[in-house]
């Protein structure tokens, strides 16, 4: 008993702060914003809360997640792109009322991995070869999808976005001596850090005040 009241003692002088020391609650104060931006980091759609996709892609680090994404036809309206090289397939953009413009679970800038059982990289026009390559690969996907059964489902698998910037989190607060500045992200998915910290780097040198400033992926993201 007398052990029992004891601890009781010690757990009411912790939660009134009595027992710990200046130090400590230091240390507690820094792990609690330490684990906040762990958190900012897994909950990539910002919605506050984290699921087991989010968790699993945070575990994976810069390792490729698929990710399939199912549509009752393959009139999507998906409008795709290719980068310069002629290696990676994204969405470009969606037309206006069309199945996948009403999808939350499908942004612009997704990487396409595969449709239905083909892989893009099994075409034979995919190649890194510049600019030409590009819109061979782009219509060679194109001509791929319009080819599929038009009543049939169709599955297209992504590659899992490692930042995907939406309405709730596409707002960059940067606070520099006494001003404040707000640079607006474009509202995309990211399939590299290294790809989202180009795009932000972009956006600073087109900011007054701030256009010195440098984003770079280095394991974590640092702004310098």
């Known amino acids: 008993p007398l052990r029992r009241l004891q601890s009781t003692k010690s757990a009411l002088m912790g939660a009134m702060g009595g027992g710990v020391t200046q130090e400590e609650r230091i240390k507690q104060t820094n792990l609690s914003e330490a684990a906040f931006e762990v958190f900012q980091t897994i909950d990539v759609d910002g919605s506050g809360i984290i699921d087991h996709r989010e968790f699993a892609r945070y575990l994976a680090g810069d390792d490729v997640l698929p990710i399939e994404k199912e549509f009752d036809t393959p009139d999507t309206g998906i409008h795709w792109k290719c980068v310069a090289d002629g290696e990676r397939v994204q ?12 999808r939350l679970d499908v942004a612009v800038g997704m990487s396409l991995i595969m449709v239905n059982n083909t892989g893009v990289s099994e075409l034979f ?11 061979k690969t782009k219509k060679a996907v194109e001509k791929m999808i319009k080819a599929l059964p038009p009543y049939d489902p169709v599955v297209f698998t992504f590659e899992e976005p490692k930042v995907l910037v939406n309405t709730y989190n596409n707002c960059l607060d940067i606070k520099r001596g006494e001003r404040e500045y707000h640079v607006e992200l474009p509202q995309t998915a990211f399939s590299t850090y290294q790809d989202f910290a180009t795009a932000v780097t972009k956006l600073l040198k087109k900011t007054d005040g701030v256009e010195d400033m440098r984003v770079r992926y280095d394991l974590e993201m640092k702004v310098m």
């Open 91 to 102: 969405i470009a953009s969606f037309e206006e009322y069309s199945p996948a413009e009403e």
């Open 125 to 135: 026009q995919y190649d890194k070869g510049g600019k030409f390559q590009a819109k």
